[in-house]
């Protein structure tokens, strides 16, 4: 209680040396300010300072993204555009619905989680998704930003908590809306699949009224609207059948569905087709005889978007401004799944006459399943007479920002109220109950009535009292109050100004994650359960110095404390300098801590998930090997109120080079060390040291040991897993470092127009990682999620009115496992994924001055998807390449 208290008065201290400070310096601001001469560069707000300067290179990198470049992106999403940047991975697309944050989409940099990396609306935070990714992994959704109201994108990449505080750890993505807009513009952005599927219609209107200088006032109005449709897996050779083994993965056609298949669970033989298989019976990877069936399925979800934005700015007699930014999104994601299926740990004992007859396969009698009295049944069974399950997330989130804006004594200052709310409802229909099914299955095996399995037509009156419709909702909310001061001439130093600024925040976050009842008891088959209900408040005083150390020699010096309600009280330093060697050379390096506090579902959360872990204590004396080593067990993660915040040095150095009008080129290392970092226990490695550290044993639940099984094949000791706690605690340790290239040349071709060329590269020196308490950090780097870099490289005709842009978008190869240290998954460890590379087209037509139309195709060569064998993987390895395929669209922009 004693330091909470001391932590408190730390930050009343600093806000009274703040305050003090600006009334002190008031007079000397008057004596060496004023207003800025006539002609001088207008000074603006970057990305990772609250001082204005003059808009260009500075101390920290920082990737400006305009409107211009957005447009000729052919995207039609905010997630879609960033896609497109090596310095940018894709956490969700917005197709994810087998996740706890379905419907969503988000980004990280620098191959972190997206947790650390802070996104903004006009320099301010938004509340995050209802749903955590991973149960634990709070972020902003992107989809709640409308990608027609955007001005511009600064991607600041570099730590930022001393400015920022929480979250900016791998950096700040900043989105920015238009100012002062005078006008009408319609946008629409119509594009598909080449195949027909896919297709996407995008529509936005923006209307601006009034300017400031001459009315007094302005108002911004966006309304954005969006409609996707789904990818079938009939339409894409890849994905219609999705039989892997000739990759040497896993066989992932259905085998539950018409009729499904059933084995003696005690005998340990293999299984058998159910009669009246509507596909091909054949031998599955683990010698069971069963249904092969390959439906046409649902890839993506249907999705849904409607947004409106507005913002209203009056001026006041003196210059001074009022302003407010509303903003209401509703966005529903529908994807139909497969059918409802029995829980695959079934058991029922039978009385030995369940015997559905000759199966009409060659050397098939009436005695082949041979079913023994008290033996125990185990039914691999979808419900097709109840349809398939539909999934509906509607998220709704609402935003409103107002406050004042103006001078005091001559300082730039500003004060804002923040209110920010996001509701999501997840509803699933013909879902199933497990007590109930269990009872009606072992009921029909017996002959008593209930669900006979084999019957191919089961009256819907058995059917029904099985059906459930799964309901999980959440509310996340946060409120700030803001102030800031700041002026570009604090005091002369060298015969040059020093700018400062300064501020306090006070904020409120909450998030109320009610899971299904029935799904936190356990009683819905193949459904985990998310709940948490937590919130604090935090307190925060910042100050930043723009300091000329010498004539060409620029210094950012910046702290800041934050005061979190639950956890104390952390402070964050940043220095960074800028040396102008010479006109064409800047040189530039930073040094920062950041932090990111834990999460709200990490302190609270009770969470029951699904994982993907290899058990080789039983694959090896099974004799599986690669995917066929692939269990996805129940996966309880549990959180922890007494975690600490984590904690990290960043680190960057770079040079910035113009030798020439026309070629500019900048490269910037950078270095992340991490400690204390929040994450549950590794599913795998607790498997695989489930008998080697002690108290692991108590994570991995097991079904009972099988005799027979274990008779067939010696050294099987083990039952086969079925479950992994996995608990929150800061036990980690991350160590990254790499570099950023980017080049720029113009060449100019006189009357013929301007060649423009663009290279953009992400190249990761070192990713480690540690996973455990006491373990020391091991490279993840080379895996399928953490290639060693990603390449951009666009060229671009420019010719009057016409331009023409080529972009090849290339990752790197990488090894054929998830995670290099997963080293049992020995045959295909030493293999490799290739590279992959991924052409887009554009053409931009400035028809007229009011519009603009943009053509284009995205993957033109129709590059297909690459798959990983791994057992950690066994899928396409979607970081590395476009799921729809080849892709054409139309964009028309008119101003009137």
């Known amino acids: 209680m004693h330091k909470e208290k001391q932590s408190v008065l730390s930050v009343r201290l600093a806000l009274s040396l703040l305050a003090g400070a600006t009334m002190f310096s008031t007079a000397a601001q008057a004596q060496s300010g004023g207003d800025a001469a006539a002609g001088e560069p207008q000074k603006v707000i970057i990305t990772g300072s609250n001082i204005a300067r003059i808009a260009g290179e500075g101390a920290t990198p920082v990737e400006i993204i305009t409107r211009a470049e957005i447009d000729k992106s052919g995207a039609s999403t905010v997630v879609e555009m960033l896609s497109k940047l090596p310095s940018v991975s894709v956490s969700l697309d917005g197709n994810s619905y087998n996740s706890f944050a379905g419907g969503a989409s988000s980004v990280g940099l620098r191959g972190l989680d997206s947790k650390y990396t802070l996104i903004l609306l006009n320099g301010r935070r938004l509340a995050n998704y209802g749903f955590a990714n991973g149960a634990e992994n709070s972020f902003v959704d992107l989809n709640n930003i409308p990608l027609a109201a955007l001005e511009s994108v600064e991607i600041l990449r570099d730590g930022a908590s001393a400015i920022y505080g929480s979250d900016a750890v791998a950096g700040v993505i900043n989105f920015k809306t238009r100012t002062n807009y005078q006008g009408m513009e319609l ?13 996407t219609f995008n529509a936005s209107l923006t209307k601006g009224w009034g300017d400031l200088d001459k009315d007094g006032y302005n108002v911004l109005m966006t309304v954005d609207a969006l409609k996707r449709n789904s990818l079938r897996s009939s339409e894409h050779s890849a994905l219609a059948n999705p039989d892997y083994t000739r990759y040497g993965g896993s066989d992932n056609r259905t085998t539950d569905q018409f009729q499904g298949w059933v084995r003696d669970y005690d005998n ?14 054949g031998i599955s990877s683990t010698g069971d005889q069963v249904c092969f069936t390959n439906p ?14 507005t913002i209203v700015t009056k001026r006041l007699d003196g210059g001074d401004e009022l302003f407010a930014e509303l903003g209401f999104n509703h966005n529903k994601s529908t994807y139909q799944q497969g059918y409802p299926v029995f829980s695959s740990s079934f058991l029922a004992p039978t009385d030995g006459t369940t015997n559905p007859g000759v199966l009409g396969l060659p050397g098939e009698t009436e005695d082949t399943w041979g079913f023994a009295p008290g033996d125990r049944l185990q039914v691999f069974h979808a419900i097709t007479e109840a349809g398939p399950k539909v999934q509906t997330i ?16 001559g300082w730039d200052s500003e004060f804002a109220v923040n209110l920010n709310r996001s509701k999501l409802v997840d509803e699933t229909t013909n879902t ?9 299955l072992g009921q029909g095996i017996l002959g008593t009535g209930g669900y006979d399995p084999f019957n191919p037509s089961n009256p819907m009156s058995v059917v029904s009292p099985m059906l459930h419709v799964f309901h999980h909702e959440a509310v996340s909310k946060l409120g700030t109050l803001d102030w800031k001061m700041s002026t570009p001439s604090l005091f002369n130093f060298q015969d040059r100004p020093v700018g400062f600024a300064w501020g306090a925040q006070a904020s409120h976050e909450s998030i109320n994650d009610v899971a299904d009842p029935l799904a936190e008891a356990g009683n819905i088959v193949n459904y985990g359960a998310t709940s948490s209900t937590a919130s604090r408040s935090l307190y925060s005083v910042y100050g930043e110095l723009a300091v000329p150390l010498l004539a060409k020699l620029d210094a950012q010096v910046a702290l800041r404390g934050d005061h979190y309600s639950d956890f104390g009280t952390t402070w964050n330093p940043k220095l960074a300098l800028a040396w102008r060697a010479a006109d064409q050379i800047l040189l530039r390096g930073s040094a920062t801590t950041s932090f990111k506090a834990p999460t709200l579902p990490e302190l609270g959360s009770v969470t029951t998930a699904y994982t993907t872990v290899a058990d080789w204590a039983r694959c090896v004396p099974l004799g599986y090997v690669g995917a066929q080593c692939s269990y996805s067990p129940k996966d309880y993660l549990k959180g922890n109120p007494n975690l600490k915040p984590e904690k990290a040095a960043n680190y960057s150095l770079g040079i910035v080079l113009q030798p020439v009008k ?41 079904d009972p040991r099988n005799p027979a099984l274990e008779a067939a094949h010696p050294g099987l000791n083990k039952g ?4 992994v706690t996995t608990p929150f605690s800061n036990v980690g340790k991350t160590i990254i470092s790499g570099a950023d290239l980017d080049i720029s040349y113009a060449l100019k071709l006189g009357a013929y127009g301007k060649l423009s060329f663009h290279e953009a590269m992400n190249r990761t020196f070192k990713y480690d990682q540690s996973i455990a308490p006491g373990e020391q950090p091991t490279s993840r780097l080379d895996g399928v999620y953490h290639p060693r870099w990603n ?4 060229t671009t005709y420019d010719y009057g009115d016409h331009s023409l842009a080529l972009t090849a978008r290339t990752a790197s190869s990488t090894l054929n496992i998830s995670d290099p240290t997963y080293s049992q998954d020995a045959d295909v460890t030493n293999a490799r994924v290739p590279s992959y590379t991924v052409w887009d087209l554009n053409y931009t037509l400035k028809a007229s001055k009011q519009l603009v139309l943009n053509f284009g195709v995205n993957n033109v060569f129709d590059k297909a998807m690459v798959y990983s064998n791994s057992a950690y993987v066994d899928t396409y390895v979607q970081g590395l390449n476009d799921v729809v395929g080849r892709y054409a669209y139309v964009n028309a922009r008119y101003s009137f």
């Open 268 to 281: 340990g033989e293999g299984g058998y087709a159910i009669p009246g298989c509507v596909g091909k019976v």
């Open 662 to 702: 026309d070629l500019s080129m900048s490269l910037d290392w950078y270095g992340i060390h991490q400690r204390d970092t929040i994450q549950a226990l590794d599913a795998q490695y607790i498997v695989d040291n489930e008998d080697i550290i002690p108290g692991f044993a108590a994570l991995v639940g097991r």
């Open 394 to 409: 509607k998220s709704d989130t609402a935003r409103v920002v107002t406050g004042w804006r103006g001078t005091i004594h």
């Open 187 to 199: 946008s629409g952005n119509l594009g598909s699949n080449v195949k027909g599927d896919g297709s």
């Open 296 to 309: 046409d399925t649902q890839l993506t979800p249907r999705i849904e978007r409607v947004g409106v934005s």
């Open 791 to 794: 390449n951009s490289l666009r």
């Open 432 to 440: 199933i109950l497990l007590d109930v099914s269990n009872a009606l």
């Open 720 to 723: 086969r897993i079925n479950s």
